[in-house]
């Protein structure tokens, strides 16, 4: 009996230990399941390529759109397809932080690149024809970086084989377009390419505009209520492809086509909304980083922003306390070469002071907050004309009214009650109008100053003479 007893108990055991294992065992495929990112049928693309002075701009660009796609919980994949050359780190910060499918490929060749009217900045645009190699989605929606998405367009995944904006009367947008991925069509393209097809701008743009040459003769796109999708090629509502100088002329969104759900910014490279010099030169610059800083932010540029700044304000201090003189330099009244030193000094206290508004401008990383890029650059002209001022015993004020008409015109330009944009730009060029006398007596009253202070010796005591008192560096 003691025998059955322990055998029974020992089969108990066993048969417990199993069921736990075997719980254990669903609860960790079902957790796994779980924490598998869900597959869509659609996708949102873009691309990402490295060979340009801007990578990194673009690529924070990215990020940000993406992660505007995801705040706005739209039910489709974001996939980016990146070259191989794309730095890894940044791979898996698009991975691991933004959520995104990345898609590594190879540059396609560009046989346009010989071309006259050639630009290289698109060299390797035509990666984009990997969009219609996504097989793996129904529909995919291809877009640029400089996109900003201020409402969700998952409608769009019902559209047909091909849609786009018309931004140009004649010329659609390949800013943003819908495509149903093929293989077929993908293989077509790339022999295309092989065989030369024509392009008149050597770039993306180009190369699907004369792909899909009768897309103006098409209907325009109009979701289905039951989201059935469609089938053919149709024109997208400008609200799709909202460009921002609409914008500038009213200062207010008057698009009457279709949902005013993106703005797109296909202007000058250099005035793109994520640099910080754009705004308020371009008043939706601020719009776009607000979306950066309610998703990325700006950590990546804090370190940066807080060592300029300390060496700008030890800068201040060591001027304000040392107020450091040019070495005295002796001379014979015979000596014919003091004029040529007179002079040089002329342009070193011109380039100093040029310098002072320039350099500040290039150590500013270029994808901060304007907000907190403007102050910076404000602190760092300051710094640098301080010692221009205390170096060559110049007045302060003529030397910074360039700096308090840049501080001006900012105030001008974000002025936010405007009516429109044609009387905000008559207010900026009016500020001008009468900004520049001010700065062309600042500037003759600062050659004068300094002109007076080499003939007064301050710079030059004559062999045998004493020097002035080491107090007088203030002339007016």
Known sequence: MAYREKLKNASGFWLLRVLFLFYAFVAATTTAQQRQPQRHKNAYATMM???????YEFYVATRVMIRSLVRLHVDADVVVIASLDVPLRWVQALEQEDGAKVVRVENLNNPYKDQAN??????????KLYAWNLVDYDRVVMLDSDNLFLEKTDELFQCGQFCAVFINPCIFHTGLFVLQPSETVFKDMIHELETGRENPDGADQGFIA?????????PMFHPSLNGTKLDGHYRLPLGYQMDASYYYLRLRWSVPCGPNSVITFPGAPWLKPWYWWSWPVLPLGI??????????????????VIIQAVIYLGMIAVTRLAKPNMPKLCYRRSDKSISIIQTGLKLVAVWSILASYIMPFFLVPSTLHP???????????????????NSFFLP??????PWLMIFGSLLVMAYPWYSNGVVRALAVFFYAFCSAPI???SLTKVMSCLQVSLEREIFFPRLGESSPPSGFNKLY
């Open 396 to 401: 302060i004020l003529p030397v910074l009214a």
């Open 210 to 218: 004369s792909y899909f040459p009768d897309l103006l003769d098409k």
């Open 118 to 127: 050639f630009d290289r900045r698109f060299k390797l645009t035509l990666n």
């Open 287 to 304: 719009e776009w980083h607000k979306h950066r800083l309610q998703t990325l932010g700006y950590s990546a540029e804090m370190t940066m």
């Open 371 to 389: 907000l907190l890029a403007w102050p910076l650059y404000f602190l760092g002209s300051f710094a640098l004309s301080t010692i221009a001022i």
């Open 439 to 441: 700065v062309w007596v």
């Open 49 to 55: 390529y490295m060979g340009t002075p801007r990578d």
